[in-house]
């Protein structure tokens, strides 16, 4: 092991009628940590605002870090 976390990072388009982006950032936090017992980084963004595909499955983006 390299001695570095990997950190999962999440872009959640939020809906057009969400009130607070604050209490949907939570609820995907708490989500995610509770079913992969994994602290995600959330970045809530405007609607449509994030590419449209077919296979959203295999949008995976692994950014690497050299120091």
Do not use: C, W, Y
Request: proline share 4%; no cysteine.
């Amino acid at each position: 092991a390299s001695g570095t976390l990997n950190k999962l990072k999440l872009r959640v388009e939020a809906a057009g009628d969400e009130p607070s982006h604050e209490a949907l950032r939570h609820r995907v936090e708490q989500q995610i940590n509770a079913r992969f017992a994994v602290s995600p980084l959330v970045e809530i963004v405007a609607p449509g605002s994030l590419d449209r595909f077919e296979m959203k499955a295999q949008r995976i983006v692994r950014e690497s870090s050299t120091r």
